[in-house]
């Protein structure tokens, strides 16, 4: 029969029993996961502690994270990493062009410097914490905004198909890593559902997007509540009451069915919530700029420091189409650089203070770069090849590849000399422990952005 | 022999002596809990269930599957017209005078190409270095794109409208079934009338022949754009139409080679569209000999539609995706599924076979069947988003407050009108539940049914008064209406949820009612109150 708490006994529930509880449960759900599959739950309950790993791959180190920072509408990189020794930059950029003096030197002959507007950046560089790919492409470039997106997204020249880290996400699910994927906790050979990707922003972005979960979109700490909150206190009780007498029936009786699913998802959502409103509430240990980017990387970090399992967070910071009126060293582009260079700056400097930096990487990057001339209008058409940035000390600091010869171009486009997908293939074999090969569908040679391990 | 009479003997028992008969039925089609022994098998059979097994319960079922749900009177008028003349009802829907078709109200010329005048002036512009005037024509192209995004809302929102207004839900249900199926997002055709007039041809065709639609869609001018048909010529071929005609929208994996989609994108070159519409251009088609899926011919894009139906794996195709969007969700793989399922699957495909690809007797066949009502198909199929408001607001007669609020809310649960996330269309089931949407679905029911929304105050254009009460049967009798708090929050889990199970009507009662009072359900805002829990629960988001 059903277990039901008789409201005149005297251990009746209130909510602050909720929380403390079904700290046991909590210890479980200690993130956005994923309902666990019912095979599932004997051996789950056997093991004890956090070993468990119910939310993330057994034997691949479960603290690793990704954060990916997408620059939105194609970031200029010839502004962002200048090359201020070269005429040929000068030549062509006459309004919006860089001089040595308004850059930050990276190297002392090869006239290379990053905007001065990114103090944030070239301090993560000085300290080692920084690997720059230069040139990153791929072959066909396309110019148009949804069409290149959608290619970095889908790491697929088409466009076509499920997104790079849902294709990750999928490949965990079939068990499919270089871990010991397929054994799960307890070895049990069942597959241990990771956590779904977290997008901050109003939805998730395609690149998160596979076919066995939906990746979780959090505007604000605010949004990702229940409402039903607002209707007093015993509504709200008689909810979590319901839904978690719930939960524990169907655990007992190991059912899977959609009911199941939905009332665990319910309560992972109840809990995560609150996890994150009072992570969020949580002063950081740093200061964050006051710009999208900055609240964006500040809930990561919350929820970093907050012990959630989620491997992989997505931000975004734009837009940075910028055909008109683009600025050199001031202006509408210096601007959008130097946010999102203090906000990464100030995200690694709360993930130290966390003793959590060397369990996080970010990486940058933009649909495509810039034409090499600038326009009529005092900014840049859409080009093709442009730096991605990498951060967090597991990366071989410096710059990788070449920087595109600024002569020898593909219709006033630079030529990539590195292949985005080269840069995501390291990052899923030797960061995430995944089959680059099985996610991408090909192989492609690494550029040893990572330090090995 | 004798373990059916005694199974029979069991049924008349509990039927004879159940209190409530309505009750009986009801409890015989909730679904029974899972037992550790061997699974029970599903009634696999394709006969129509008797009127005497179709009840309330099946009534709500079949509006909910055949439609976006019913309200209260809705569903006892299906189970009392039988299952014959319900399932009738709503798939005969031509006899039902719809609404107006609102092809006028849509402007097509916001979105045009540019005439050869134009092009002359815009080349010589940029040859000249003349930049205001290239300045001119890229602030024209933004503005007509702006306006076009904003038609793009309208059309979303004028279908969301008929959706909740039709007369002939399973009309709507369908067109949404082919929009999923045949995936175009608005994102990639960027042409608002184009979107339109697809989901036109969808609709018109929706309940007909197949043949129609496959022939419809590769001269569809919003689908030749997404999938770049228009660049398919003769020197120098496009694949993705092709490609996607054989893997997505008839045969599915494997039951075609490489090869058969070079030869289908040749047989589709110079198909592309001028003018908003369809436009065969014979300079670019390859109207050369081409060998597809075993047939030789001098193939064009008709042609090749009706090689495709000659082969046996496209009725099985779309008859499982047709299951799975009505009755199941199955994995696309016969040999993956229980027997039953495979047999009905099997049946379904030889009748669609059978009636050269009608889609029409299919759907009537399965709404119809013992299959269709057997306990493991009711209330186990997770809504989709537009299920969830659209039933909502057409089973509850919420007021929609603000149809952009609504909108907005499809789209954070993952089914944005027209913009399908890929041309695989929207996976369905499980894949549209994670604890963000789960808020989403709870919190866009809060908002129908209060106005409060997570971080504003409610504005004055959405107020509406809501008369749950209304929605009480007990309370609404030309009789008695009197009932207690008990008997109405009875009613209105029936009327939510489909049952009402004491765990559900203590948890309501508990959390409805302020300070204790009995009566508080009487006043509307318990009522509301209750209707708040009732739709948070996640029992809700089941169909």
């Not at chain 1, 740093?286 to 919350?302: C, E, F, H, I, K």
């Not at chain 2, 089609?29 to 179709?54: C, W």
């Not at chain 2, 969007?325 to 009905?344: K, N, Q």
């Not at chain 2, 409060?452 to 107020?463: D, G, Y």
Request: net charge neutral; glycine share 10%.
């Amino acid at each position: 029969m059903s277990h039901h708490l008789n409201p005149s006994d005297a251990k009746a529930y209130t909510r602050r029993d909720f929380l403390q509880g079904s700290a046991k449960y909590s210890a479980l759900f200690a993130s956005a996961a994923v309902t666990v599959p019912a095979f599932l739950q004997s051996s789950a309950f056997a093991l004890p502690g956090p070993a468990m790993g119910l939310s993330s791959i057994a034997g691949v180190d479960e603290d690793r994270i990704l954060v990916v920072i997408q620059l939105s509408g194609g970031n200029d990189g010839l502004n962002t990493l200048v090359p201020f020794g070269d005429d040929g930059y000068h030549r062509v950029r006459p309004g919006i062009g860089l001089s040595g003096d308004d850059v930050l030197r990276l190297d002392r002959n090869g006239g290379l410097g990053l905007h001065g507007s990114m103090g944030g950046f070239k301090e993560l560089y000085d300290d080692g914490l920084c690997a720059i790919v230069q040139g990153v492409g791929y072959p066909n470039p396309n110019r148009s905004h949804f069409a290149s997106m959608d290619i970095w997204h889908t790491a697929d020249t088409n466009g076509t198909g499920d997104g790079w880290i849902g294709k990750y996400v999928d490949a965990q699910c079939d068990g499919v890593g270089k871990g010991k994927g397929k054994g799960g906790a307890g070895g049990s050979g069942a597959v241990v559902m990771p956590p779904p990707p977290i997008a901050i922003g109003r939805t998730a972005p395609l690149a998160l997007h596979g076919r066995e979960m939906m990746p979780v979109a959090i505007e604000s700490a605010d949004m990702y509540q229940w409402t039903g909150d607002k209707f007093g206190k015993e509504l709200n009780e008689a909810y979590l009451r319901s839904i978690q007498e719930n939960d524990e029936r169907a655990k007992a009786a190991l059912l899977d069915d959609n009911k199941s699913f939905l009332v665990r998802t319910a309560m992972d959502a109840q809990i995560s919530s609150r996890k994150i409103r009072k992570a969020v509430e949580t002063e950081s240990l740093v200061r964050y700029p006051n710009s999208t980017l900055g609240n964006q990387l500040s809930m990561v970090a919350s929820m970093i420091r907050a012990g959630m399992k989620t491997r992989v967070f997505y931000v975004s910071h734009g837009s940075f189409d910028t055909h008109a009126n683009q600025g050199g060293a001031q202006g509408s582009h210096a601007r959008l650089l130097g946010q999102l260079s203090e906000a990464v700056g100030a995200f690694y400097k709360d993930l130290k203070a966390q003793e959590n930096d060397g369990k996080v990487l970010s990486m940058c990057f933009s649909e495509f770069g810039r034409r090499v001339g600038q326009n009529g209008s005092g900014g840049t058409d859409h080009g093709t090849a442009a730096p991605m940035f990498l951060f967090g000390p597991m990366v071989e600091p410096g710059l990788h590849s070449r920087y595109p010869s600024l002569t020898n171009l593909d219709a006033g486009d630079l030529k990539y000399t590195a292949d985005f997908r080269q840069v995501y293939a390291e990052v899923l074999d030797e960061w995430l422990s995944a089959s680059s090969r099985a996610v991408l569908g090909r192989g492609y040679s690494h550029l040893r952005v990572l330090r090995k391990s | 022999m004798a373990d059916g009479l005694l199974r029979w003997a069991l049924v008349v028992w509990y039927a004879v002596l159940g209190d409530d008969l309505m009750s009986t039925r009801m409890e015989a089609a909730k679904p029974k809990p899972k037992s550790k022994s061997k699974p029970r098998r599903i009634n696999d059979s394709l006969s129509a269930i008797k009127d005497a097994d179709f009840g309330y319960a099946q009534a709500r079922h079949l509006l909910l599957r055949a439609g976006f749900g019913g309200s209260d009177e809705q569903i006892r008028t299906l189970a009392r017209w039988g299952v014959e003349r319900a399932v009738d009802y709503l798939v005969d829907f031509e006899e039902i005078s719809g609404q107006a078709d609102e092809a006028d109200s849509f402007d097509k010329n916001i979105i045009r190409p540019i005439t050869r005048e134009e092009r002359k002036r815009f080349t010589k512009a940029r040859e000249t270095g003349d930049e205001d005037t290239v300045a001119l024509f890229r602030n024209e192209r933004q503005r007509r794109q702006r306006e076009d995004r904003r038609q793009m809302r309208e059309i979303q929102r004028a279908w969301l409208t008929k959706m909740v207004e039709t007369p002939r839900p399973l009309e709507e249900k369908m067109t949404l079934f082919w929009h999923g199926h045949f995936a175009t997002s608005y994102r990639n055709v960027e042409d608002s009338y184009h979107m339109y007039e697809q989901n036109r041809m969808l609709r018109k065709h929706s309940m007909g022949n197949f043949r129609d639609l496959l022939l419809g869609i590769v001269r569809d001018p919003a689908m030749l754009k997404f999938l770049n048909n228009n660049q398919n010529r003769k020197n120098s071929p496009n694949e993705n139409l092709g490609r996607e005609l054989l893997e997505l929208f008839s045969l599915g994996e494997g039951h075609y080679s490489e090869n058969d989609i070079k030869e289908s994108a040749r047989a589709l070159t110079g198909y592309t569209f001028v003018d908003n519409k369809f436009s065969f251009n014979k300079r670019q088609h390859d109207g050369g000999s081409k060998r597809v899926l075993g047939q030789t011919g001098n193939f064009d894009g008709n042609d090749l539609v009706d090689v495709i139906l000659t082969q046996q794996a496209c009725a099985m195709f779309i008859v499982l995706k047709l299951y799975r969007f009505f009755v199941r969700d199955v994995p696309m793989d016969l040999s993956a599924m229980d027997i039953g399922t495979r047999r009905v699957i099997v049946k379904l495909t030889n009748l669609f076979r059978a009636t050269g690809y009608e889609i029409r007797p299919v759907i009537r066949k399965m709404l119809l069947s013992r299959h269709f009502y057997d306990p493991a198909n009711i209330g186990t199929k997770i809504k989709s988003p537009s299920e969830l408001l659209i039933g909502s607001v057409r089973s509850l007669k919420v007021p929609v407050r603000d149809m952009g609020i609504v909108s907005d809310a499809m789209e954070l649960m993952g089914q944005s009108l027209f913009l399908p996330p890929s041309v695989k269309g929207w996976d369905g089931g499980r894949s549209w539940i994670n604890t963000s949407t789960m808020f989403v679905r709870q919190n866009t029911l809060i908002y129908l049914l209060t106005g409060v929304l997570p971080t504003r105050p409610l504005m004055f254009k959405e107020q509406s008064h809501f008369d749950a009460l209304a929605l009480v049967p007990s309370l609404n009798t030309a009789t008695e209406t009197h009932a207690s708090d008990e008997q109405i929050v009875r009613e209105l889990s029936m009327l939510t949820l489909g049952d009402a199970q004491e765990s559900v009507i203590r948890t309501v009662l508990r959390g409805a009612r302020v300070d204790e009072d009995e009566g508080a359900l009487r006043k509307n805002e318990g009522a509301v109150r209750a209707l708040v829990l009732l739709t948070s629960m996640p029992e809700y988001q089941l169909c």
